[in-house]
């Protein structure tokens, strides 16, 4: 058992993964990457391994985006159109 988990309010975001070997930006949702565990990549033809520590930090990474959107919703920039 394990207690991490990769965020649900990530699968409707765009995640950027960079190839490790030739740093490729492979740009897809969140809810794809949660079920890959591997594709080709466009900029070198390999195949990427995508395992679960990989997706954990490539999750980590895009958390920010959250706070941003959230920040869509704040308070004090809300200004009734009168
Ligand atoms: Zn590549």
């Excluded at 409707?12 to 190839?19: E, K, P, S, W």
């Excluded at 033809?45 to 679960?52: A, C, L, S």
């Amino acid at each position: 058992m394990t207690k991490m988990t990769l965020s649900e309010s990530l699968i409707a975001v765009d995640l950027t993964y960079q190839c490790p070997a030739c740093q490729f930006p492979l740009v897809k949702r969140g809810s794809w990457f949660r079920v890959v565990s591997k594709y080709r990549c466009e900029g070198c033809g390999r195949m990427i391994r995508i395992g679960y520590p990989e997706k954990l930090k490539l999750f980590e990474k895009h958390t920010h985006l959250l706070g941003a959107f959230t920040g869509l919703a704040c308070p004090n920039e809300h200004k009734p159109a009168s």
